[in-house]
Structure formats: C-alpha cells, structure tokens
T-cell receptor, first 111, second 112 residues
C-alpha cells in the first residue's frame, strides 16, 4: 500500500464548478501538507502549504487537513479553464527532508 | 528570478550511453533533490542532498549517481542508460526540514 493515495482521475468539470480533490495517507507523523499544481510539460509549482490540521484559504483555493482521519482536501471555487492541470498532494513529517507525493489528479475545466 | 534551472531540457540516448543532468538554484537553499516522474507513478525521489557535502539515496536510486558540487549545484549522472530510465527528471531545492520544495522545469529523457 502506498503511503499517500490520490485518485488519479481524470476529472472534467464545466467552468464555474467547484473542484474537489483529496488525498489519504497512512503515516501519522506527517505534519506539513502541500498542494502542487503542474501544467502539461512543466514543473510542479506550490499552490498551498499548511501545517497540521485546519483550513487555509487563498483566493479561490481552500486547503483542508483532517489529521484524525488522515485526509486532506483541496477545493477550487469558480473553476476556470486556466485551472486545467494535474494537482499533486505532498506531505512530510517535522523531522524529514523528503516529501511523500500522491500520484496526482488531472483536472480539465471545460469552457 | 531564475529559481531552479535544469539543463538540458530534452535528451535522447542510446542504451549504454552515459550522461549528466545539471541543476542549479539561486535561492541559497541548503537542500536539493532529484526526482523522476512516470505516468501513473507520481514523483519518485532518486537522491537528495540535505546540505552541501552530503547525499542520500531516495526511493529509486539504482542506476544513478549524484554529486553536490557546491551549495548551488546538484548533478545526476546515468552511467549506462537503460530504456527503463526513460522519464521526466525534476530537480528541486528547499531550505531544509519540512520545507517547501521548489522545482525546475524538468528534463525529458528518452533512452532507445
């Protein structure tokens, strides 16, 4: 079983819809949680970064962490065609250099 | 505002050939990483360097070697390329423990 599980999709939604992405994990030591966005043929870029449990909002993006359920989510409100990309979750414990990544979910927002 | 720079962007090798992928960062980060990305597999860590002068194996180190040349530069070498090493390679850097990693644009490698 992988340490981080992420539904690969693909996910196709109409413009303006809410996109919901999630990851589950097995390592209770994870404390830092990240979401990266990767456009086709580009490198991953950081979208959201959260520490421990709770919510964080940045514009149309909201990240949620539920450590009791070992579950993290990313919501994209009022989705735009420019949000079409692969979204990767990543996480790490306090005392590690390495990130554990999900496989990525490919999202297409239809105009 | 370069961030993490990788060269080359594309490369085609024949089986058995060797090559070195170069990575440089200008963010004064302590830690640097090499990943490979394959369809359906996500990002897998090959090697990392927690700080200048140190290197450690990641999840998939076989067939690769690395050199942390100085604080800015971290190279990945394939001594005898195999078709199974066809992949997209990403270099990343961070300040250290638990920190955000910043990625380069990637090197697309095909081994025939």
């Amino acid at each position: 079983q992988k340490e981080v599980e992420q539904d690969p999709g693909p996910l196709s939604v109409p413009e303006g819809a809410i996109v919901s992405l999630n990851c589950t994990y097995s390592n209770s030591a994870f404390q830092y949680f990240m979401w990266y966005r990767q456009y086709s043929r580009k490198g991953p870029e950081l979208l959201m970064y959260t520490y421990s449990s709770g919510n964080k909002e940045d514009g149309r993006f909201t990240a949620q962490v539920d450590k009791s359920s070992k579950y993290i989510s990313l919501f994209i409100r009022d989705s735009q065609p420019s949000d079409s990309a692969t979204y990767l979750c990543a996480m790490t414990p306090l005392n590690d250099y390495k990130l554990s990544f999900g496989a990525g979910t490919t999202v297409t927002v239809r105009a | 505002n370069a961030g993490v720079t990788q060269t080359p962007k594309f490369q085609v090798l024949k089986t058995g050939q060797s090559m070195t992928l170069q990575c440089a960062q200008d963010m004064n980060h302590n830690s640097m990483y090499w990943y490979r990305q394959d369809p359906g597999m996500g990002l897998r860590l090959i090697y990392y360097s927690a700080s200048e002068g140190t290197t450690d194996k990641g999840e998939v180190p076989n067939g690769y070697n690395v050199s942390r040349l100085n604080k800015r530069e971290f190279s990945l070498r394939l001594e005898s390329a195999a078709p199974s090493q066809t992949s997209v390679y990403f270099c990343a850097s961070s300040n250290g423990l638990g920190d955000i990693q910043y990625f380069g644009a990637g090197t697309r490698l095909s081994v025939l």
